[in-house]
């Protein structure tokens, strides 16, 4: 039993809870949300829960790419199952999610009936088996957005402000380049498991190219539009960073798993830092 649950919990990857975490914090901009019922309820479904269908799902309908995958069979990067093993998810997502979506539903009405809906068919979409975007490139970057149905999740459970089309375009550069990322690492496994995503398309280079180009609009959105120069000039250090990683330090090489997991680790630190400013800043908001 407790081999199982482990194999559940680690299935969700809670290295990579923080995006969930991310979008859920930013409507409560300079708001006390940790006085409301409402936000912890929130808290504790964008934690184990979303990222469970989110990431079991997929782990799910890769298990010949995972096999070959030395990120796997972490808590930052999820579980590497075996056929065994994987049995359990669907049972395991069907009764947890309804679970979920049966009480928000029932607490909040039909707004979150749409959203756990389309939430549903972006996943479906993305992981449906051979012909799902997960193996349709771009089309995996654009089912990326689906992450982005937890900021109205976040804004109709504790009743807050609407926010600005900027700040959903600015969330989908940041939804892109964090997949691409994913992509980056991956990259090797997935050629060998002849999976197609954008990084084995373009390749190394021109994938880091892309994340470059995708940071420099987050940055400019922040300074030009957001008027934040802040947060934009830490884009700015992540763009010298990334053009050293490119053209001096890593070039086209694989990055070792010690040098993922310390990028991971960093990613989580740098997150909590931001998540932290746009609360209290209301930068984005």
């Known amino acids: 039993m407790l081999s199982r649950i482990n194999f559940i919990l680690k299935s969700s990857r809670p290295g990579l809870w923080f995006p969930a975490l991310w979008l859920y914090f930013l409507p409560l901009s300079q708001k006390d949300f940790w006085l409301e019922t409402d936000f912890w309820l929130g808290l504790a479904f964008v934690t184990f829960p979303i990222n469970f269908i989110i990431y079991a799902w997929n782990d799910y309908v890769d298990y010949e790419t995972d096999q070959l995958n030395p990120r796997k069979d972490s808590y930052l990067f999820g579980a590497r199952g075996s056929k065994e093993e994987l049995k359990i998810i669907p049972k395991a997502l069907i009764i947890i999610q309804a679970i979920c979506y049966i009480f928000f539903i029932w607490y909040e009405g039909w707004e979150m009936a749409v959203l756990f809906s389309v939430l549903i068919l972006v996943l479906l979409a993305y992981n449906y088996p051979k012909k799902g975007f997960r193996n349709t490139p771009p089309l995996e970057l654009i089912a990326q957005f689906g992450?982005?149905?937890?900021?109205?999740?976040?804004?109709?459970?504790?009743?807050?402000?609407?926010?600005?089309?900027?700040?959903?375009?600015?969330?989908?550069?940041?939804?892109?380049?964090?997949?691409?990322?994913?992509?980056?690492?991956?990259?090797?496994?997935?050629?060998?498991?002849?999976?197609?995503?954008t990084a084995t398309k373009l390749g190394i280079f021109n994938t880091k190219l892309l994340i470059i180009g995708i940071v420099c609009l987050e940055a400019a959105l922040l300074i030009f539009y957001f008027d934040d120069i802040f947060f934009g000039g830490m884009l700015v250090l992540a763009v010298i960073w990334l053009?050293?990683?490119?053209?001096?330090?890593?070039?086209?090489?694989?990055?070792?798993?010690?040098?993922?997991?310390?990028?991971?680790?960093?990613?989580?630190?740098?997150?909590?830092?931001?998540?932290?400013?746009?609360?209290?800043?209301g930068v984005l908001s």
């Not at 375009?169 to 939804?175: G, I, K, M, P, R």
């Not at 991971?264 to 746009?278: E, G, K, Q, R, T």
């Open 147 to 197: 992450y982005l149905l937890l900021v109205p999740f976040s804004i109709i459970l504790n009743e807050t402000e609407h926010l600005s089309i900027m700040t959903y375009v600015y969330l989908c550069f940041f939804a892109m380049q964090s997949q691409l990322i994913g992509e980056v690492m991956d990259i090797e496994p997935d050629r060998k498991a002849n999976r197609h995503t």
């Open 243 to 281: 053009l050293m990683d490119l053209f001096i330090i890593f070039k086209n090489k694989i990055y070792t798993l010690k040098e993922m997991h310390l990028f991971a680790y960093s990613s989580n630190l740098i997150a909590l830092a931001s998540m932290v400013y746009v609360w209290w800043s």
